[in-house]
């Protein structure tokens, strides 16, 4: 199985998977950080959390039991199965949420852990920049993979504000954590009632904070060779439905109860790889160039 998630030329949204299989493939490498940061994002989230289950659970119960007799009752629920099925759909709620918030905390806190570990895999692949390479030769590499560094006095293709390859794109430019931070929670709270609506809500949920997700995927590798935000705009337009298939997957995994801590790290470790298959391949080298054949 490890040995069939480390071949390349994966689909993108097996890349997630597969920066789990090198984990447990190398724990040696990367336990040790992870397991201190995972401690600190408990430690944090709990602070929520525990409060969320002991005050909204029951709160939620009531809502959902008033929201079920306005809509299929004129009455109290009589049966065990709808009192069984309120009783449910207020766990699953809760689980959702708890999910929910201890991703967008730990996205905040664990932040230069996963940048330690991006490099470590670029490290493994002999993809990191050398430390003597100036600042000037990596612009040309990047020019010569992702186009010019400007548009010479044209402006770039615009997008309507909060559409979905705005929001992925801000997320690929912004190297300031704080600015994508506060807008990601806006929307995170403004989009975490959809998860009361079955099945559909929570997917929708999940593609909206995939967004993210896969915007900030090869960000790391833009920052360290260079890219400037004209030429990563560029990468996500040509490449945009890529990014939001591995933030997909990624932001599910992360969203398990529990194990999402642990892929919340391998998920980056996941990103890398993908970035340095595709380094390989030279569509992210010098010699790329904007025909490059179409990636997977």
């Known amino acids: 199985m490890l040995n069939v998630l480390r071949e390349r030329r994966l689909p993108t949204a097996a890349y997630p998977i597969r920066g789990f299989a090198h984990f447990l493939h190398h724990p040696q490498r990367h336990a040790g950080p992870i397991f ?17 289950y002991r005050y909204g659970f029951g709160f939620q119960h009531t809502l959902l039991e008033r929201a079920y007799k306005a809509f299929f009752s004129s009455h109290t629920p009589h049966t065990s199965m709808d009192s069984l099925l309120i009783k449910v759909s ?4 809760c689980l959702v949420e708890t999910s ?11 932040g230069n852990i996963r940048a330690r570990l991006f490099d470590s895999v670029l490290n493994e692949r002999n993809g990191l920049p050398h430390q003597d390479e100036s600042e000037a030769n990596l612009a040309l590499i990047s020019a010569k993979v992702a186009g010019p560094a400007s548009q ?11 559409s979905p390859r705005y929001l992925m794109i801000l997320s690929a ?11 990601r929670s806006a929307l ?4 975490l009632p959809l998860n009361v609506v079955p099945v559909v809500g929570p997917l ?13 995927a090869h960000k790391r590798y833009f920052q360290l060779y260079k890219w400037t935000p004209e030429q990563r705009q560029r990468r996500i337009e040509a490449y945009f439905w890529q990014y939001q298939r591995f933030g997909l997957v990624a932001t599910a995994l992360e969203m398990l109860p529990f194990v999402g801590y642990l892929f919340m ?14 380094h390989d391949r030279k569509l992210l080298e010098p010699s790329a160039s904007a025909s490059s054949p179409k990636q997977d």
């Open 265 to 278: 790290y391998t998920n980056q470790v996941g990103a890398a790889l993908w970035a340095m298959d595709l």
């Open 90 to 93: 207020s766990l699953v709620l």
């Open 100 to 110: 929910a918030i201890t991703l967008q905390i730990g996205n905040h806190f664990i």
């Open 152 to 162: 010479d006095g044209s402006t770039a293709s615009k997008y309507h504000f909060l």
């Open 188 to 191: 995170f709270v403004l989009t």
């Open 36 to 52: 201190l940061s995972i401690v600190k994002v408990i430690a944090t989230s709990s602070v929520v959390v525990i409060p969320l």
């Open 173 to 183: 430019q912004q190297d300031d954590d704080w600015s994508i931070f506060f807008l």
């Open 204 to 216: 929708c949920f999940i593609s909206i904070q995939a967004l993210f997700r896969g915007g900030v």
